[in-house]
Nanobody
Framework: QVQLVESGGGLAQPGGSLTLSCAAS????????MGWYRQAPGKQRELVAT???????NYADSVKERFTISRDNAKNTVYLQMNSLKPEDTAVYYC??????????????WGQGTQVTVSS
């Protein structure tokens, strides 16, 4: 029932910028965490950035100081502002919404992904 739709991917030059958007079908405040993950060919999906329902943000070391996650609860949308892009940022980026059940159990919802390619 939960639907997440990513947009904003595309081609950027090294050092350039892109902004990704994730539009949710429901109230994003109902999720404990919203986040962005990425997966490059031949590699496992990895966390990029997350934001909790109360605004706490976490970033992967590889994107810290370059990427910024934010949300607009009124629009039920999460954003990822990507600056100073590097070729190694090339991947399919996925939006994630998470509900926690107790301490160890969780329920994850995923968008279809949007391709980001960084190349000169």
């Amino acid at each position: 029932q939960v639907q997440l739709v990513e947009s904003g991917g595309g081609l950027a030059q090294p050092g350039g910028s892109l902004t990704l958007s994730c539009a949710a079908s429901g109230d994003i405040s109902s999720f404990a965490t919203m986040g962005w993950y990425r997966q490059a060919p031949g590699k496992q999906r990895e966390l990029v950035a997350t934001i909790t329902s109360y605004g706490r943000k976490n970033y992967a070391d590889s994107v810290k100081e370059r990427f910024t996650i934010s949300r607009d609860n009124a629009k039920n949308t999460v954003y990822l502002q990507m600056n100073s892009l590097k070729p190694e940022d090339t991947a399919v980026y996925y939006c994630n919404a998470r509900r926690n059940f107790g301490v160890t159990t969780k329920d994850d919802y995923w968008g279809q992904g949007t391709q980001v390619t960084v190349s000169s």
